[in-house]
T-cell receptor
């Protein structure tokens, strides 16, 4: 089984709808991240969490919110989806300060019409 | 201006050729340097990680860092069709800090 899983893998929604993307990990990591990927722009950080009680904004948090329900679960919500939120969304985890490696999930492809 | 610049490609090479990829950055605060590989419809996976100027070799892959020029490179020797992917550089300013990614370079290795 994959260490970092994301659901759904693909989603089509309409402008104004609320949508939640979910991420689960079995790596036992404290740190979790949400990124979006757009062609030519690489990965941009939306939100990150270093433990269950810690939530931080990334560089592009406007229009998004997150919830860290448990060490293993980190959800990303779009309260009112808009077309320019169409992108590939990735969840990632990392273990500690001593290991900067981030482990990515398979991604969620989101289309907002 | 982006903090990390990377040519988007695509970079097309014949099988067996050397692939040369690079990123430039503007902030001397970056201390740790990574290369991630991303296959189509997959998440990125770490390929190489270095934190000092100079070369680091791992099999067919060599990562090179020149902090004085703010320039990092990744070389793939004896390239294979299975190396066809997008390669992203990722930089960190300090331990425990966030990754800053380049835009990625798409590489195509033709049989």
């Amino acid at each position: 089984d994959a260490d970092v899983t994301q659901t759904p893998r693909n989603r089509i929604t309409k402008t104004g709808k609320r949508i939640m993307l979910e991420c689960s990990q079995t790596k036992g990591h404290d740190r979790m991240y949400w990124y979006r990927q757009d062609p030519g722009l690489g990965l941009r950080l939306i939100y990150y969490s270093f433990d269950v009680k810690d939530i931080n904004k990334g560089e592009i948090s406007d229009g998004y919110s997150v919830s860290r329900q448990a060490q293993a679960k980190f959800s990303l919500s779009l309260e009112s989806a808009i077309p320019n939120q169409t992108a590939l969304y990735f969840c990632a985890t990392s273990g500690s300060d001593r290991d900067e490696t981030q482990y990515f999930g398979p991604g969620t492809r989101l289309l907002v019409l | 201006q982006k903090e990390v610049e990377q040519d988007p490609g695509p970079l097309s090479v014949p099988e067996g050729a050397i692939v040369s990829l690079n990123c430039t950055y503007s902030n001397s605060a970056f201390q740790y340097f990574m290369w991630y590989r991303q296959y189509s419809r997959k998440g990125p996976e770490l390929l190489m990680y270095t934190y000092s100027s100079g070369n680091k070799e791992d099999g067919r892959f060599t990562a090179q860092v020149d902090k004085s020029s703010k320039y990092i490179s990744l070389f793939i020797r004896d390239s294979q069709p299975s190396d066809s992917a997008t390669y992203l550089c990722a930089l960190i300013k300090a331990a425990g800090n966030k990754l800053t990614f380049g835009g990625g370079t798409r590489v195509l290795v033709k049989p």
